[in-house]
């Protein structure tokens, strides 16, 4: 009886997820597929990494941070364009983009320096 109570109140959540999530605009939800994008590669080479082995662990190291960090800067982008968000009311979409790009720029050269 408890199992079924149970069962009902995690559909429920997210079925109020799902409802909640289609209300969000299309900008913010290209930026989560890009963020899940990166993620999901992160751990394919993680798990690469695991099967066949860490030879070049630089090369490793560089990939992984890459994905992580790409992943980071976007999610600081969707906070910044999230109409939502009562923070960032003064900084325009432009700017944040801007921001993400050049921040990306510095990410990926010091990435490119660590791999050699």
Do not use: W
């Amino acid at each position: 009886m408890g199992r079924s109570s149970t069962v009902k109140e995690t559909q429920a959540l997210f079925q109020s997820l799902r409802s909640a999530y289609a209300a969000t605009p299309n900008n913010l939800k290209i930026i989560d597929v890009f963020v899940g994008f990166a993620v999901l590669t992160a751990i394919i080479q993680v798990v690469y990494m695991a099967v066949v082995g860490s030879f070049p662990f630089n090369s490793f190291l560089s990939g992984v941070l890459s994905c992580i960090g790409t992943a980071v800067l976007a999610v600081c982008l969707r906070i910044q364009v999230n109409k939502d968000n009562k923070e960032f009311k003064d900084v325009a979409p432009e700017r944040a983009f801007a921001d993400f790009i050049l921040c990306n720029l510095v990410l990926h050269l010091v990435i490119m320096n660590f791999m050699g």
